[in-house]
């Protein structure tokens, strides 16, 4: 069972929802693991646009239908697909959901596009939106708002910096092309969720080699914060990430004058990423624990039209 097929176990579903997978690179890679191990979950699809990808290849060692047609292969579909995750870039998110939305499609972007509703599980919860469309911010953003937001809602926090390192070899094509919008969704979200409004974002792409593990340091300024109580909050918000990430750590955590650094670490709990990428483990984690509390509630809805 993955980390998050938590959010069904125990739950016996009538059947599992339909999903499709577009995007064929190393996340997408890793959420088709993700899936297949989710009771709650029936891969459906598996679509990109490169021949060669290897996507392409591990969907079919899953067994899964895979497609070199892009959205056209999702749209295709005899019958919409109850969740699609968009694992591409943000201008191609864009383009997807306009060609999503009619359907009734629940879409799960894992771009940084800021189309949807932003969703950190532990922090807004996984409820979806009338809208349909859930944006998972950014690697940056899962592993730091949680921790920002435990902050703001207990200290007068007066500005916030989040830096993330990520390996170069786990940072694709997409990644670098959306790095303006990654700056600008993560500080969009960061504001969001702590009230700040003075914030910044930073994304190194690191080609150190051994490959850096991905880390986030998160620096605030707090007046008068105390060591004692504010470790307590981080190491809550930790702790309750831990429940669908658990490669999710607090490697430090100190105070000096009014500046404070937490330092985050994640290691990728998966059976095709490196233990390094763990920026790919978080989002990839979220998006599929949001995929399956939709099953739940569809499975819920299902059961009182029969009862009815």
Not at 92 to 110: F, I, K, N, Q, Y
Request: net charge negative.
């Amino acid at each position: 069972m993955s980390p998050t097929a938590g959010a069904t176990a125990g739950l016996d579903l009538a059947q599992p929802v339909t999903v499709a997978v577009i995007g064929t690179g190393a996340i997408g890679q890793d959420l088709i693991s993700k899936i297949d191990r989710s009771p709650a979950l029936d891969c459906r699809l598996v679509a990109g646009r490169n021949p060669g990808s290897p996507g392409l290849r591990h969907a079919e060692r899953f067994g899964y239908p895979a497609s070199t047609a892009g959205i056209e292969a999702v749209l295709a579909a005899e019958r919409p697909f109850d969740v699609v995750f968009d694992a591409t870039s943000a201008a191609s998110h864009r383009h997807h959901w306009r060609l999503l939305e009619p359907l009734g499609t629940l879409a799960v972007d894992l771009t940084p596009s800021g189309v949807g509703r932003m969703m950190v599980p532990t922090v807004t919860g996984v409820e979806v939106a009338t809208g349909r469309n859930i944006n998972l911010i950014s690697c940056g953003g899962q592993a730091s708002i949680p921790v920002v937001h435990a902050l703001a809602t207990r200290f007068p926090v007066a500005y916030v910096e989040v830096v993330s390192t990520v390996a170069s070899d786990i940072a694709g094509r997409a990644t670098r092309l959306n790095l303006d919008e990654y700056v600008a969704t993560t500080e969009q979200a960061i504001t969001t969720f702590s009230g700040v409004s003075d914030v910044k974002a930073i994304l190194n792409i690191s080609p150190a080699v051994p490959p850096a593990t991905f880390r986030t340091a998160v620096h605030a300024r707090i007046p008068g914060g105390d060591i004692a109580a504010l470790r307590a909050a981080v190491d809550e918000a930790a702790e309750r990430v831990r429940s669908f990430a658990p490669g999710y750590a607090v490697t430090a955590c100190t105070v000096l004058d009014d500046r404070v650094t937490v330092a985050l670490q994640v290691l990728a709990h998966s059976d095709v990423l490196p233990p390094y990428a763990g920026n790919l483990d978080i989002i990839n984690s979220a998006a599929v624990l949001a995929a399956e509390q939709h099953a739940a509630r569809l499975d819920r809805s299902r059961r009182a039209e029969v009862a009815g």
